[in-house]
């Protein structure tokens, strides 16, 4: 060993400046590639961690406000969550509204568990005794033009008001309630991967601000207010039978239970486009990855070969094989054994960066991260590759002949160029693909092999990356293909029946060329939980686009959404049974639709839900269903004119198409 010892030593001398330049250029990729790969976990758990943290739900109950206390003190309830959505809306110093009804909705956090929080973006949470403190999510804060310390005035309704705002009457408050100062400005679940949606639409904001328990106690009997009562059950979404059992008990049929949560579904929209993004990030990391293994193992290659010229006279003074090979492979060795102590710190320093787009706004813990089991893995795996490529080319040094006497030898540059020859190529061609081909020998030979396959991996990786981002392109910017074959939806989901007025306006409107009347319920397909979208051609024939089959004719049919019709196991043509208020109902399924998330205000995630005729829909639910949504088809020549004049006829409540979650 103490021969090895020499010889690496008197190498080291000579060949320092190279070593070190390779080592610190793999170091500082190799932090990339586990920064990246950390990363892509990182950002794949974001959000599932944000909603465990701030307290994740599975049902809503509404009942008479005396009856939820019992609710709450079942015994499949591991905790509860108390508020009440406040008919109050920001006005100005002289009592007008400050914006649009709808756009910021005010709720009251009247009980809250310690097992609820939220991510507080500025400020500090506000004080539940104190009436004059409230909190906004960003959606507000940037629509009332407010930060923390701001002070905002309120108007109210009057509890017989409720049912006229709902409805998206646009009334003067009446009632003078306390103004508030924002506290804090926070972030929830709900709050992900909002979009900029248009202003003028009532129901689609989501500005939200949030006053106390003092706050509600002080105003509750002078405004109209709706107090609902969140639950996490033991069992979780196992438990929801029980417990639906256990409320219409306690609470003699008078509660509504609804299954899910709208924190829930706010992840489970932001969670598609995270693992989009967390795939991305974990892909890069892979290709850089490939590419640091390629190079350093280009690099250690050379530096043995080079390395090798004396091995004659050092087997001449007795060396064995196995010492040459540890003589060739010490390259190989202090390269990966000193990038690996530059790349962990480098990978831990860029973990700030981490995690990316949307992931980072449902960070409970931004900053610096050190994921165990992917930095230590990696860096292991590094040391691991780059000593076992050395080794490999440690044993094919010694042992080739080329390291004692260069052996004549037909190159692939040789075969390539005869091949050309053959098949009559010029002589410039033959002459180039020799050159092209040629690797060289010895201390010139140079990476043919490896560069062209990099330069097809590239070639293939930018290939693949526009056609997948001509793709997506494709489908945010064509509404149709995200299920909008229509020009405008007129209505608001969350009101009563509408039919009435917003038909007999439509009727008159020379540029409607074509409407459909809609209506959402609910219902269970085989055990399986659907939201069902009643639809009723009133003028022409507009609804969403068709894959397979036709929309359904008669109370009878059903047609589906892909993934539910996967998820059931079906096809078109088949049979399926629904639960109905009197006993079940056989549907044939008609055909397969694509059903936009926007009529039905997101509830419904895209590729999901089924479409009925209004009648059949009705017949899956134990109340007629309020039709408050429509479709509306312009003539073509129609400019924003028309658009602008149906605002004018039904303001807030027009809605253009806007790309899914």
Known sequence: MAAVRMRVRAWLRTSWPGVLALTVITGLVGGVVLAALAGAYRTQTAVPR??????????????PPRMLARVARLPGVAYSERGAFMLAIPVTDRGHLAIQPGQVVTWALVDQPPQSHVLVVAGRLPRPSQAGQAMLNEGAAQLLHARVGSLIRLGGYRPSQIQAVLNGAVLVPSVSLPPVR??????????????AEPPD????????????????????TSVGNIVGLAVHLKRGLAGIPAFEADVRRVTGGQAQVQVGSDATAGAAAAERATSLEAFALLLFGLLLALALLLIAGQSITRLAWTGADDFPALRTLGLSG???VLVAMAPGVLVSCGSVLLAVPAGFALSVFTPIGLARQAEISPGLSFDVPIMLGGAAALILLLTAWAGLIARRVVRSRAALLPPPRLGQEARVASWLARWGFTVTAVSGARLAFGPGRGRTAIPVRSAVSGMLAAITAVSATLVFGTSLSHVITDPVVAGWDWSVTVGNPHAGDISRPVTAGLRRDRDVTAFTATALGDSQLDGHDVAVVGLEPVQGQVGPPVLAGRLPSGPGEIALAGRDLQALGKKVGDRVTARGPHGPVTLRISGEVVLSPEITNE?????????????GADTLSRAPLPVNLFLVRLRPAAGPTAVTHLKHMFPGSVLPALAPP
């Open 603 to 615: 509830q419904v995630a895209l590729g999901r839900g089924g479409v009925m005729t209004l009648a």
């Open 322 to 324: 196995w010492q040459l």
């Open 201 to 220: 639409v009532t129901y689609a904001g989501r500005g939200s601000l949030y006053v106390t328990a003092a706050f509600y106690q002080r105003t509750a």
């Open 182 to 195: 924002v506290a804090a400005i926070i972030r929830t679940p709900v709050d992900l991967g909002g979009r």
């Open 50 to 63: 944000f909603l465990r943290w701030s307290g994740p739900t599975e049902a809503q109950v509404s009942a």
